[in-house]
């Protein structure tokens, strides 16, 4: 579908998304990735996709790589100057005020931050030749269980599952932390051994062990089709340590990405680690974003 929108001869860089009132929906995406087509067909319909074009790798056929950005980006904005939905161009500035306003704005529609590319930069794939300005905020989180490092089951912990309480009080799992030296996995070994003992007597996601045949994609082992068949298992923790972690930007009920450990909080009850500490973001309607126009200083 998309390709039938797109100019002959174009390579372009991008994402899909699916949107939605409340912003981007990742999980309704990872939902289309479906081995049946005839599912896939009927997902397609009942939740459609759209693209956002980010660069142009080629153009007519030719290779842009190696041309600077600036003009990577005026040769996409003609290429794409007819485009109709679900084909969009993500916006641009120069302007370093409108930038962040957008950073403001557009989080309501689920972005996560902005990104600045110099203007004489190449196209180099798999490096990171850009900068990505993102929010940064923090929450006091319960820590639920664990997993191990791949480099050393019983030896390094990989990462710490994180878990919020609503209003109803029900432990949600919302991401991991697994931003440690392996000095410090070493030692969290012994640091949680003791919260290992009797862990899923009265663990909140005691059910999610005891699980056949039901959906899996949210728990915290649970495989999704993004995992591709990695170990997902992990190990349940009493419910008495709460740490703080830092965080860019919350997708539904969870963190979108790994979450960066920043402390113990010896102070804080498990109990007040609440969805309700969270920053809450102004709603935006996604297609103000594509609407988006381009200013110059």
């Known amino acids: 579908m998309f390709l039938e929108k797109l100019p002959d001869g174009c390579v372009i860089d991008g994402e899909i998304v699916i949107a939605t009132p409340r912003g981007l929906d990742f999980d309704a995406l990872q939902l289309r990735l479906h081995p049946a087509a ?3 067909a009927k997902l397609a319909k009942e939740t459609p996709a759209a693209f956002v074009a980010f660069d142009a790798i080629a153009i007519g056929g030719r290779d842009l790589r190696a041309a600077p950005q ?5 040769l996409l904005e003609t290429a794409l100057a007819g485009r109709e939905p679900p084909v969009h161009l993500t916006p641009m500035t120069r302007d370093p005020v409108v930038a962040s306003e957008w950073l403001s704005r557009f989080e ?3 972005l996560d931050g902005v990104v600045a590319k110099p203007e004489q930069g190449t196209y180099e794939p798999g490096k990171r030749a850009m900068i990505k300005v993102k929010h940064a905020r ?3 989180c319960v820590v639920a269980g664990f997993r191990w490092h791949k480099a050393g089951r019983n030896e390094l912990i990989g990462s710490l599952l994180l878990g919020l309480h609503d209003d109803h009080g029900a432990l949600h799992h919302v991401g991991v932390t697994s931003s440690f030296t392996m000095a410090i996995r ?6 949680l051994e003791p919260l290992r003992d009797l862990a899923f007597a009265h663990h909140p996601w005691r059910e999610w062990a005891e ?5 899996m994609t949210r728990m915290p082992g649970g495989q ?3 995992s591709a068949g990695k170990d997902l298992s992990w190990e349940p923790l009493r419910i008495e340590r709460v740490c703080e972690v830092k965080y860019d930007h919350m997708q539904g009920q969870r963190f979108r990405h790994g979450a960066i450990f920043q402390r113990w909080r010896p102070d804080k009850r498990p109990g007040d680690c609440r969805y309700d500490q969270l920053e809450v973001t102004t709603p935006y309607e996604l297609e103000k974003v594509f609407g988006a126009v381009r200013r110059e200083p």
């Not at 070493?186 to 640091?191: D, F, G, K, S, T």
């Not at 699980?211 to 959906?215: A, C, S, Y």
């Open 38 to 40: 005839s599912r896939a």
């Open 70 to 74: 600036v003009e990577r980006r005026a």
């Open 108 to 110: 309501g529609a689920g």
């Open 138 to 140: 923090t929450a006091d």
């Open 186 to 191: 070493r030692q969290l070994v012994l640091e």
């Open 211 to 215: 699980v056949d045949g039901r959906d």
């Open 224 to 226: 999704s089709r993004w």
